[in-house]
């Protein structure tokens, strides 16, 4: 399945946006930080959208939670 991630990097509050072929969208919203951090982006994934252009819940990562939390 090909899903579009959506987000923004904290550091520079630019748009971020990537297609990512994934099982499920726990795993295309992971991929996509993992691309970004590669990149150098601090990604916060604001949507992921599906087929039909639905936009599906994903899981909000552990580590985002726990950085902002600190």
């Known amino acids: 399945m090909i899903y579009l991630v959506v987000g923004i990097d904290q550091r520079s509050m630019a748009p971020w946006h990537e297609n ?8 295309a919203a992971r991929t996509a930080v993992e691309r970004a951090a590669a990149a150098g982006r601090d990604l916060v994934v604001a949507a992921v959208v599906g087929p039909n252009s639905t936009v599906l819940e994903h899981p909000v990562s552990e580590l985002v939670a726990r950085r902002h939390a600190a």
Do not use: K, L, Q, Y
Request: proline share 0%; hydrophobic share 50%.
């Open 20 to 27: 990512i072929s994934a099982g499920d969208v726990a795993h």
